[in-house]
């Protein structure tokens, strides 16, 4: 079956830093991704959708320039928390969709800012 | 209103029970619908679709009723593995995107 990997799975870094999430589909070409954010005892909410190739679109209340996406390439998406707050901590999950494909989701990356 | 709620549980029922889990959405024109099986602290995993004739896997059958927004989800002799969060998963619209209900935890005891 498809895969999808996402590193990594666990950071724990001191506010004011900013952290890279990679998320990458293994076996197909991932015309979307989508990037998701869960806090405790929450729904998973999307966060941003992006297209390889184009800006991503982001949901109501989610900072484009606080999450910086890229999707360069149709195996690769990468989010950027810049200058992490101890409110940023989360569980990040990325999926992947292609032509054909429904959404796979990657392992999750729990990141706890100090 | 809540674009996808489930009633959140715990749902404690023992080895062998029938169990059901609700969902309801408020997006009447919604294209697709899921039941995602998430474990503690890990990714949402796809456990079936839901049809409007209604399916059925194994242990699991799924229902959608269109009219009344209203999805459900069967679980039949409940296993200790199926001890989990259930959650239900509407795609609203040709975005792709999923928005996901809170989830219904699931705890089955011996």
């Known amino acids: 079956g498809a895969v999808v990997s996402q590193h990594p799975s666990w950071v724990i870094c001191k506010s004011g830093t900013s952290v890279k999430i990679e998320c990458r589909s293994l076996d197909f070409q991932a015309t979307t991704m989508f990037w998701y954010r869960q806090f405790p005892k929450q729904s998973l909410m999307l966060m941003a959708t992006?297209?390889?190739?184009?800006?991503?679109?982001?949901e109501q209340g989610v900072e484009k320039d606080k999450f910086l996406i890229n999707h360069a390439s149709l195996t690769l998406s990468t989010l950027t928390v810049t200058s992490a707050h101890p409110e940023d901590s989360s569980f990040y999950i990325c999926s992947a969709a292609g032509p054909a494909k429904p959404q796979h989701f990657g392992d999750g990356t729990r990141l706890s800012i100090l | 209103r809540k674009e996808v709620e489930q009633d959140p549980g715990p749902f404690n029922v023992p080895e062998g029970a029938t169990v059901a889990f609700n969902c309801t959405y408020s997006n009447s024109a919604s294209q697709s619908f899921f039941w995602y099986r998430q474990d503690c602290r890990k990714e949402p995993k796809l456990l079936m679709s839901?049809?409007?004739s209604g399916n059925e896997d194994g242990r699991f059958t799924a229902q959608l009723n269109r009219a009344s927004q209203y999805i459900s989800l069967l679980i039949r002799d409940s296993k200790l593995s199926d001890s989990a969060t259930y959650l239900c998963?509407?795609?609203?619209?040709?975005?792709?995107?999923?928005?996901f209900g809170k989830g219904t935890k699931l705890s089955v005891k011996p």
């Open positions: 839901v049809y409007s």
């Open positions: 992006s297209n390889e190739g184009s800006k991503a679109t982001y």
């Open positions: 998963v509407v795609n609203p619209g040709s975005q792709g995107n999923l928005i």
